[in-house]
């Protein structure tokens, strides 16, 4: 006859197995650090800030910057075509400088992406590296030469300048250990409960108590000893 499990059962089970499952749990996050800490190379990123103008749009805000200084409300403004114009030579250049060749020998040691904040005419150039030091330097090594990239494809159509140098990390950016642990702990909880179930399923041996009754529908009156097995009865 097939041996059914409760919910009662299972739980009876967990509280049998509990040794083993804390036990296998915490092996799989001692396991999953051991292996994050030695077998996972750190990799360190840090980021560098450019602005990218068109020639109308920085002449503009000058022009602006001093009407606004001498409080003369009728002065030049910024002109929003000027802006979005700064806009899309931004994202032209994201594009630009990573297929530029003078800007792919530079690259070449690091994982290098340059994006667009938030269709403004910023630019970061992010630089993740094994070694924080080659991280940071490729990043700066980008800003600095942005310009002379930019001026060779758009000449004096308008400038590049660095607003924020990348500085040396100081911790990794990834692994993240914390995650790594959590998800041994979760993977060795797993394991730890299949194992109780597969040793539950596989107990094919009667135990005192409602076994029986589970099994035939018949209730058990009383109990006789096993002398074989209970030590201090055999001996009586």
């Not at 990123?45 to 022009?63: E, G, P, W, Y």
């Not at 001093?66 to 000027?82: A, I, Q």
């Not at 080659?134 to 700066?140: D, P, R």
Request: hydrophobic share 40%; aromatic share 8%.
């Amino acid at each position: 006859m097939t041996k059914q499990i409760t919910i009662s059962d299972l739980l009876r089970m967990l509280l049998q197995h509990i040794k083993l499952i804390i036990a296998i749990t915490l092996l799989g996050a001692v396991l999953a650090f051991l292996y994050v800490s030695y077998m996972v190379t750190p990799m360190y990123t840090t980021s560098a800030l450019i602005l990218v103008q068109n020639s109308n749009s920085f002449d503009a805000d000058a022009i602006s910057s001093n009407s606004n200084n001498n409080n003369n409300l009728g002065g030049e403004k910024v002109n929003m075509s000027d802006i979005s114009s700064s806009v899309t030579l931004a994202n032209t250049c994201a594009t630009l400088f990573t297929v530029d060749p003078d800007m792919k020998s530079i690259i070449s040691g690091a994982s290098v992406s340059i994006e667009v904040i938030e269709d403004s005419y910023f630019l970061r150039i992010t630089s993740t590296s094994s070694d924080p030091h080659t991280a940071a330097n490729i990043a700066n090594q980008v800003a600095q030469t942005a310009p002379q990239v930019f001026r060779k494809y758009f000449q004096d159509a308008g400038k590049v300048d660095t607003v924020d140098e990348a500085n040396v990390p100081s911790t990794p950016s990834s692994p993240d250990k914390k995650r790594y642990v959590i998800i041994g702990l979760l993977a060795g909880l797993v394991l730890s409960l299949l194992i109780s179930f597969l040793l539950e399923i596989i107990d094919t041996t009667i135990k005192p108590g409602d076994d029986l009754y589970k099994m035939y529908d018949i209730p058990v009156f009383a109990e006789i000893i096993d002398f074989e097995s209970e030590g201090g009865a055999k001996k009586k």
